[in-house]
């Protein structure tokens, strides 16, 4: 991969990010921008930095509207999975695997059902979920420091923005960082982006 030109101020602060994450200070990382205007790449060269510092890197990519909710979540579960093999995913997962069976049933068939006569309402389901996906985040970055890249968040479903504000929000001593990229003429106006580090190229 040759050198990225003209983006010394955006390196310096992603890779700033990377450091304090590799500190066990968590962070989240927003790029925006026109399309073509080099956000993918950013987020690569600091993977790659990430990388040469020993951290592990995990890359999803969003899709247009009609995509599955909280597509790239599975994504990011998938290629755990992929990467280390489908029984370390269930080791990170340990006892939280019957809420995120709902994400990857594909990975996850033999998850403990719901005990009988217990049923959740949606916004305890949700909370759950979304604390699932946390304490695996915070799980698997507690052995090996973790960049999870989420590519294309303008094309992000409601639910998978929500997971992102409440990871951005409660996931703070984790040696994690996450990095996403949108186009900021396609967002949604009234979906603000979490409480971290950005900024816009031009």
């Keep these: 991969m040759g050198s990225l030109v003209g983006r010394t101020r955006e390196l310096r ?3 700033a990010a990377t450091d304090a994450a590799l500190k066990g200070r968590a962070g989240v990382a927003l790029v925006a921008g026109a399309a073509g205007i ?3 790449r950013l987020a690569e060269e600091t993977a ?3 990388e040469s510092a020993g951290a592990r890197t995990l890359w999803a990519a969003c899709l247009p509207r009609e995509g599955l909710p909280y597509w790239p979540w599975v994504q ?3 290629a755990y999975a992929r990467e280390r093999g489908l029984q370390a995913l269930i080791a990170g ?3 939280v695997s019957q809420d995120l069976a709902r994400l990857v049933p594909d990975l996850l068939p033999s998850a403990e059902p719901e005990p009988r006569g217990q049923t959740l309402d949606p916004d305890q389901q949700r909370f759950r979920l979304f604390d699932s996906v ?3 985040l915070q799980k698997i970055s507690d052995a090996q420091p973790c960049v999870v890249v989420l590519d294309d968040l303008h094309w992000a479903d409601a639910p998978s923005l929500m997971l992102l504000h409440f990871l951005a929000r409660d996931v703070r001593d984790a040696r994690l960082l996450i990095v996403g990229t949108y186009r900021d003429d396609e ?3 009234d979906q603000p982006p979490p409480p971290c ?3 816009s190229l031009d």
């Design 13 to 15: 602060t992603l890779r």
């Design 38 to 40: 080099g956000k993918t």
């Design 48 to 50: 790659q930095y990430a």
């Design 76 to 78: 990011v579960l998938r």
């Design 93 to 95: 997962i340990g006892a």
């Design 134 to 136: 946390a304490t695996f």
């Design 187 to 189: 967002v949604d106006r």
């Design 197 to 199: 580090a950005s900024f």
